[in-house]
């Protein structure tokens, strides 16, 4: 699905392939398993990646951590860590490479699926901030219906997590009226929903 492009890399095949079933269930699209860095790095080249689901703990310790700094630096893709590691040092490592979020192990697929659209959230709203988000204009040229004055205020909250309420009170709307921007939003985006929409945002900026 489109902007919905998920790498997964975890060298524990039954978790990786629970994983990626989850995952696609939820309406994501896993473009591969990778069970190493060298794995991953083949995918990220090979294939049209929005985010990466990373475990640190991969066929030595801390090479998930060495990865994350190689897509940070070659790729600048959000990513999120999935680790059975909570100790001070790891979490340490972690702030280092700038992750988007950062899992321990059990986890429910419902905190994954929250954890990778608050990442395509944050990721985005950075991306803003870096002053490298291009204006409505700019951004309609790739679409074949262009957004709305109002459905770029909307998705601009959107993109900086706001929820339909806090939406319509900061454009003094209401709640059914964001409703109705965002439907006709996901429209020309052609997606269905918000993390939909965050994660295509994203490909069209790496464009």
Same mark, same amino acid.
């Given at each position: 699905? *489109? ?41 990220? $080249? ?50 280092? *490479? ?10 429910? @697929? ?21 002053? *490298? ?12 219906? @262009? ?29 059914? *009226? ?15 929903? $918000? ?10 900026? $790496?464009?």
């Amino acid at each position: 699905m *489109t902007g919905r492009h998920v790498l997964v890399v975890e060298d524990e095949p039954i978790v990786a392939e629970d994983i990626s079933q989850s995952l696609e269930e939820a309406g994501f699209k896993v473009v591969g398993i990778a069970y190493c860095s060298e794995e991953a790095l083949a995918l990220l $080249r090979e294939e049209t990646v929005d985010i990466a689901v990373l475990d640190i703990t991969l066929n030595r310790p801390m090479e998930g951590i060495e990865l994350a700094h190689q897509i940070k630096e070659e790729y600048n893709i959000p990513f999120i860590f999935l680790t059975a590691l909570s100790d001070q040092s790891t979490l340490e490592a972690v702030k280092e *490479t700038l992750a988007m979020g950062y899992l321990v192990k059990p986890f429910k @697929p419902a905190d994954l699926f929250i954890a990778l659209e608050m990442a395509l959230s944050h990721f985005l709203r950075l991306r803003k901030e870096e002053k *490298t988000f291009p204006d409505r204009e700019i951004f309609n040229r790739d679409l074949l219906e @262009p957004i709305s004055k109002r459905e770029w205020e909307v998705l601009l909250r959107l993109m900086d997590g706001d929820g339909n309420k806090e939406i319509a009170d900061h454009l003094f709307v209401s709640v059914n *009226t964001v409703k109705t921007h965002l439907s006709k939003l996901y429209m020309k985006l052609g997606v269905d929903s $918000r993390s939909q929409a965050l994660a295509h945002v994203n490909k069209l900026l $790496r464009e």
